[in-house]
């Protein structure tokens, strides 16, 4: 068994991502301690899926897994850059639950099951939950310290996302984000694609997916102290 980790508070951001074509998506999410270091981070990817609902996620799983890993918590503070979440937990999401889970025009809920996950987190939780808005796709010279990690969190959505469109890597639930990991998966990742490059088109959709890696890539290579 994982020995816990002592803290008594702690910032974590969350993020999703999605594509239409095809409809899948990714979350991620990353701890943050008090002096602004990062302590875990931890994606995960679903099929079928939208925006919110990976959004609703990464905050959901993010709950979840500092029960499992921290010991003595008292405070977690969110920070998201969707309005969808951070409006539905502070706002709507009492009033939904007294009107049987439906909305003043007396629709359903959407994405209803995690909602109802979300509630009975806020119900039941040992440690205090704040959840805030974040501006999101800063600039990286922002002089909000907060950028920098709403920034990581997009990134690893983004990655757990994109890791759907690869044969080799399986769908995944919420897993720890490892470097030496991410550098095998898009070793593999690139050497199928060389494979299947044969027009231009095709090429330069591959060119994009690699400014993408890059830029996760460097991000991650500069926190190991690689770069």
Same mark, same amino acid.
């Given at each position: 068994?994982?020995?816990?980790?002592?803290?008594?508070?702690l910032?974590c951001f969350?993020d999703?991502?999605?594509s239409?074509?095809?409809?899948?998506g990714?979350?991620?999410?990353?701890?943050?301690?008090?002096?602004k270091?990062?302590?875990?981070?931890?994606?995960?990817?679903?099929?079928?899926?939208?925006?919110?609902?990976?959004?609703l996620?990464?905050?959901?799983?993010?709950v979840r897994r500092a029960? /499992?890993i921290?010991e003595?918590? =008292? $405070? *977690?503070?969110?920070?998201? +850059?969707? !309005?969808?979440?951070v409006?539905?937990?502070?706002?709507?999401?009492?009033?939904?639950?007294?009107?049987?889970?439906?909305?003043?025009?007396?629709?359903?809920?959407q994405?209803l099951?995690i909602?109802?996950k979300?509630?009975?987190?806020k119900?039941?939780?040992?440690?205090?939950?704040?959840l805030k808005?974040?501006?999101?796709?800063?600039?990286?010279d922002?002089?909000d310290?907060?950028?920098?990690f709403?920034?990581i969190?997009?990134?690893?959505?983004?990655r757990? /996302?994109?890791?759907?469109?690869? =044969? $080799? *890597?399986?769908?995944?639930? +919420?897993? !720890?984000f490892?470097?030496?990991?991410?550098?095998?998966?898009l070793?593999?990742?690139?050497?199928?694609l060389?494979r299947?490059?044969?027009?231009?088109?095709?090429?330069?959709?591959?060119?994009?997916?690699?400014?993408?890696?890059?830029?996760?890539?460097?991000?991650?290579a500069?926190?190991?102290?690689l770069?």
């Amino acid at each position: 068994m994982t020995k816990k980790i002592k803290k008594k508070f702690l910032y974590c951001f969350c993020d999703g991502a999605s594509s239409f074509s095809p409809p899948i998506g990714g979350y991620g999410y990353a701890f943050i301690s008090k002096n602004k270091k990062v302590i875990k981070k931890y994606y995960g990817n679903e099929n079928s899926t939208t925006n919110n609902r990976m959004e609703l996620m990464a905050f959901y799983k993010g709950v979840r897994r500092a029960n /499992k890993i921290f010991e003595g918590l =008292e $405070k *977690i503070v969110f920070y998201t +850059d969707s !309005e969808y979440l951070v409006k539905g937990y502070n706002e709507y999401m009492e009033r939904w639950r007294e009107n049987g889970w439906r909305t003043n025009s007396n629709k359903e809920v959407q994405n209803l099951d995690i909602w109802k996950k979300i509630y009975k987190v806020k119900e039941t939780n040992e440690f205090k939950i704040k959840l805030k808005w974040v501006k999101g796709h800063q600039k990286a010279d922002s002089k909000d310290w907060k950028a920098k990690f709403n920034k990581i969190a997009d990134a690893l959505a983004v990655r757990a /996302k994109e890791n759907l469109r690869s =044969e $080799k *890597i399986q769908r995944s639930d +919420d897993c !720890e984000f490892n470097f030496e990991t991410f550098i095998n998966q898009l070793k593999r990742k690139y050497k199928r694609l060389s494979r299947e490059t044969t027009n231009k088109s095709r090429s330069n959709q591959i060119a994009d997916e690699a400014y993408k890696d890059m830029k996760v890539l460097i991000i991650e290579a500069k926190k190991e102290k690689l770069i």
